[in-house]
């Protein structure tokens, strides 16, 4: 036999383990709805309300947020009902730090699956953010309930919400996918990923409006990219004063692209020490 | 027929870091020594290199420089002691980690099978399980779909579908996870220890149906297994591995035979020259019938005594020396534990007379801190022999076991 015509369907060699890593991702399509729908059926089980879970925690939060931001701390709400205010830029907020706090434990709860079954890592980090993705559906349902309440017709750049909720995916996947992959090497970051969660927070314009931002200082501030995407929301939903600021938006675009692409490389990168390490 | 696997110089490498060998004799060089290893490791951080820059590193080869083929249909069984680099081989065929020299080609789907129930959720319901654990197997839900009847029929669990698997018993568990894996449609099958979980019945049954795929089906199949017996019974060829490299491959009895007489020092019944680097070792172990003549070859009516001398010069207070009796296919008979009190000196265990039953087995002891660390793991395992001198089974011409018990009769 002419050993170098043999064709072999698979090589394995250092270095060239992702060679097929995109087909493969395609092949382990179902995959990734299949985690997510795991999760989400696990995640209510012995409860007694169960689903209702998935409704009570995003309208406690904003009816907490309304009350501290609005009564006690006495931020202008631009003539919008402040209800509504803050539940635009919580929707987008509870959506990254939520997807962003699972992703970046999903390898570690996943670990079992890791060193014994071959599958492209980067479902795990991701189907975690499909889970969260249906509580953000959730959360807009909400919303619309909360319009309806306060009588409140939504403009029509309300069409550009989804251009808005892909940047928001972007982020989450750079940022979740980083995150994850440092978690795995350096169990440092299960410390510090609940600390950037409650400080971004607060370094967010979610409780406020970012027009309370000194104008000098708001490019600076756009180097945050949940600024941009929750004045986008805010614009979207409110419309009216809630103008867009132009220079402050591509910025945030620019640091979500390299958050996007930054992420995936070292992802890629790492990924293939995981079963080593974890 | 054609080559499926090919394996060409594969090695694999793991660093090991030793811990506790600096020495800080000012706390000055205490806080540089961990501020520049700080810093160092936040530059890799961000770099992403590998991180932990440290002098106490050590390569060590889990596998080193591997060449086998294994032709379509082959039935190919990985035998070797703890450590040999079984598992690492499975590893690196199931893509899970990359070698770090040479290459594996591979034709045809490959199914691994390195463990039963990955990915099963016991808050999930049997049902749901198999669809879950089908997908990250890398089936697709028609598939799976197509195949449940048979899978859950195959694992005996019609009842329980719809109930959680944390409420199935061990045995139902690992009967729907092995069925799972083993529909999965792939040209090439590999199974790591997973039969050593689970009844009898059920692992004849698996090994029954891995048959089936291999002859039937033509697929091949690899297994790993500490079990002798099934390992003859179900492949047809072997490889053997010690200590990271391949030591035998060919037909199965061969590599087998080649287990049992080169790891084990076949008739070595004394073992001498421990390694006295270690806190505590073993300087001798023998079998004897007076306590003086080391022997290897008992009568049914003989006490055998097992005389153990160690040395050292540490002794922890739960340092323990543990042997196992085991047979001629190395599953383990029974076992005994004894805690060491002197750091030197000789313990001696009998075993009474007409207990075991005659036939040939293997001594294995070793020195530990239970649950903690091994302190002297005896590699070389002893091997004697009981005669037959008279025991009950002596007029029976069958396998009858290997111990005797002094059952209790009453007769009204």
């Known amino acids: 036999m002419a050993e170098a015509n043999e064709k072999f369907d698979l090589v394995i060699e250092p270095g060239r383990l992702g060679r097929n890593y995109w087909l493969d991702l395609w092949r382990f399509r179902e995959l990734f709805l299949f985690l997510a729908w795991r999760d989400i059926l696990v995640r209510y089980k012995q409860t007694i309300i169960g689903l209702a879970w998935s ?4 309208l406690l939060t904003m009816i907490v947020f309304t009350i501290i931001f609005g009564r006690v701390a006495k931020l202008p709400s631009e003539g919008v009902p402040y209800a509504i205010l803050v539940y635009a830029a919580m929707l987008p907020w509870q959506f990254f730090s939520t997807s962003f706090s699972d992703a970046s434990n999903s390898l570690i709860t996943n670990a079992n699956m890791l060193t014994k079954i071959y599958f492209p890592r980067l479902i795990i980090p991701v189907s975690t953010v499909i889970v969260n993705f249906v509580d953000f559906m959730i959360s807009l349902l909400i919303l619309i309930g909360l319009m309806i309440w306060y009588q409140f017709v939504p403009p029509l750049t309300i069409l550009f919400l989804p251009l808005f909720l892909v940047l928001t995916l972007i982020i989450i996947a750079g940022s979740g996918l980083y995150i994850a992959s440092l978690n795995v090497k350096y169990r440092d970051f299960k410390f510090i990923v609940p600390f950037v969660v409650q400080f971004g927070l607060y370094i967010s314009p979610v409780g406020f409006s970012s027009t309370v931002i000194p104008e000098k200082w708001r490019l600076l501030y756009s180097l945050n990219p949940m600024v941009g995407v929750i004045d986008g929301f805010r614009w979207c939903i409110l419309g009216g004063n809630n103008h867009i600021y132009m220079p402050g938006l591509l910025l945030s675009i620019t640091v979500t692209l390299f958050l996007l692409f930054y992420g995936i490389w070292y992802f890629r990168k790492t990924e293939r020490s995981f079963a080593d390490i974890i | ?3 499926v696997i090919k394996a060409e110089q594969l090695s694999k490498s793991y660093i090991i870091r030793h811990h506790g060998e600096k020495r800080h004799d000012a706390l000055r060089d205490v806080i540089t020594e961990n501020v520049k290893g700080t810093l160092l ?3 890799s951080l961000f770099s992403g290199k590998s991180g932990f820059p440290s002098n106490s590193r050590e390569e060590f080869w889990a596998l080193d420089d591997i060449n086998f083929e294994v032709l379509k249909g082959d039935r190919v069984g990985v035998i070797g002691r703890n450590g040999a680099g079984k598992s690492t081989l499975l590893k690196l065929l199931s893509r899970i980690t990359e070698p770090t020299v040479g290459k594996i080609s591979i034709n045809g789907r490959i199914a691994s099978l390195l463990e039963v129930g990955t990915g099963f959720h016991a808050e999930l319901s049997g049902r749901e399980n198999v669809y879950l654990n089908g997908a990250i197997l890398g089936m697709h839900r028609t598939e799976i779909r197509k195949k449940f009847d048979e899978i859950v029929a195959f694992a005996e669990v019609e009842k329980f579908l719809d109930t959680p698997v944390k409420r199935y018993s061990s045995g139902m568990y690992v009967r729907l996870a092995f069925a799972v894996a083993a529909y999965l449609e792939s040209e090439i099958l590999v199974v790591d220890e997973v039969l ?3 009844d009898t019945e059920f692992q004849k049954k698996c090994l029954g149906k891995m048959q089936n795929v291999s002859r039937e089906e033509g697929r091949t199949v690899l297994f790993v297994s500490h079990n002798m017996a099934a ?3 179900l492949c047809n060829k072997g490889i053997l591995l010690n200590k990271g490299r391949i030591v035998k491959d060919s037909d199965i009895g061969t590599v087998v035979d080649t ?3 080169t790891c084990f020092k076949n008739d070595s019944y004394l073992m001498e020259g421990g390694n006295s680097d270690k806190e505590i070792y073993f300087e001798r172990i023998f079998l004897s019938r007076d306590k003086i003549q080391p022997i290897n070859t008992f009568s049914f009516s003989d006490d055998i005594f097992c005389i153990f001398e160690i040395n050292g010069r540490k002794l922890n207070k739960e340092t323990t020396l543990t042997f196992i009796v085991r047979d001629r296919n190395l599953n383990p008979i029974f076992s005994e534990h004894h805690l060491v009190k002197e750091i030197k ?10 207990i075991l039953l ?5 001594l294995q002891s070793m020195l530990h801190i239970p649950n903690v660390r091994f302190l002297d793991n005896n590699e070389e395992y002893i091997s004697f022999s009981v005669e037959e001198t008279g025991s009950k089974n002596a007029i029976y011409n069958a396998d009858l076991g290997f111990v005797n018990i002094p059952v209790l009769w009453e007769e009204k």
């Open chain 2, 231 to 233: 390992i003859s019974k």
């Open chain 2, 1 to 3: 027929m054609s080559v």
């Open chain 2, 259 to 261: 287990y049992i007489s």
């Open chain 1, 55 to 58: 409704i009570i925690r995003p």
């Open chain 2, 358 to 362: 005659p036939g040939k087995y293997y």
């Open chain 2, 196 to 198: 050593a979980v689970g």
């Open chain 2, 41 to 43: 490791k936040t530059k």
């Open chain 2, 345 to 354: 000196g000789r313990l001696i265990a009998t075993i009474p007379m007409k």
